[in-house]
């Protein structure tokens, strides 16, 4: 997946459409769509249709050439595997790959994403209409995707970000409320006390990054680390701290 082609989504099917959920390159071949039903590179689509109506000047699956010829330095990631602890070490995705992959590889800025969040927010303008969010932002998983997607986010463990964002403490696997996934990412069928409401929906990025918009709220929000490997608990248990003196500013009790 990090060679810059899209021969690199190739993968079998592992399951039976509806009867799962795997974590997996649909999002990859919806790029491939877009190329083909437009006719454009998608680098080059989203350039035209997102981040320049954004006015996100720092966003590409490119950035060699994106920014030629005043590119940025190689992007370096910070990693474990030191003696002493962290180390630095290179990005593991290509500054320069031959296809734009629809589900991974987008170099951007914590400024240019927020103005894509702050975008869907407000209801999609200047890029959709209210109507198309309403779409992105529901429930698409019938009970067996349901069901995989839960153990995927969750499997024996309460000790993961999700089942985290209910309460600070452990919790029965049975009383974590049942997980959605939305065209966008996962989704909150329940409040969470002290934090995101009902509807709220959340993803993240492979170097420990995570972003969340809770419409009824009205806050849009996202951290960005250049920390590997994935999953890094520290990085989760960060997340939910910023989260939690957030929506304590926004609640006045900070």
């Known amino acids: 997946m990090f060679s810059g082609k899209i021969e690199g989504s190739i993968h079998p099917l592992v399951y039976q459409p509806g009867t799962s959920w795997a974590y997996g390159p649909g999002l990859d071949w919806a790029g491939r769509v877009v190329e083909i039903i437009t006719g454009k590179d998608l680098d080059d689509y989203e350039q035209e249709n997102i981040w320049g109506p954004l006015g996100a000047k720092n966003t ?3 950035p060699v050439k994106h920014f030629s010829p005043n590119a940025p330095p190689p992007m370096q990631e910070t990693a474990y595997g030191g003696e002493n602890g962290l180390v630095k070490g290179e990005s593991v995705w290509t500054l320069e790959p031959r296809d734009a992959i629809g ?3 987008i170099y951007s800025t914590p400024n ?6 702050a975008a869907l927010l407000r209801g999609g303008a200047p890029l959709l209409k209210k109507e198309s969010v309403d779409i992105l932002f529901s429930p698409q998983l019938g009970p067996g995707s349901v069901a995989g997607l839960r153990e995927f986010i969750i499997g024996d463990s309460v000790e993961t970000s999700f089942s985290r964002q209910y309460s600070q403490s452990d919790e029965d696997y049975d009383k974590i409320p049942e997980i959605q996934h939305s065209l966008v990412g996962t989704l909150n069928t329940e409040d969470v006390p002290g934090r995101r409401k009902k509807g709220s929906v959340n993803w993240g990025g492979l170097p420990n990054l995570t972003w969340w918009i809770d419409r009824e709220s009205g806050i849009a929000a996202t951290v960005f680390t250049q920390l590997m490997p994935p999953g890094d608990s520290n990085s989760r248990k960060l997340g ?3 989260e939690d003196a957030l929506y304590k500013l926004y609640r006045g009790t900070a």
């Open 240 to 242: 939910l701290e910023l």
């Open 112 to 117: 240019d994403y927020s103005k894509l969040l």
């Open 103 to 105: 589900g991974a590889g």
């Open 60 to 62: 590409s699956f490119r």
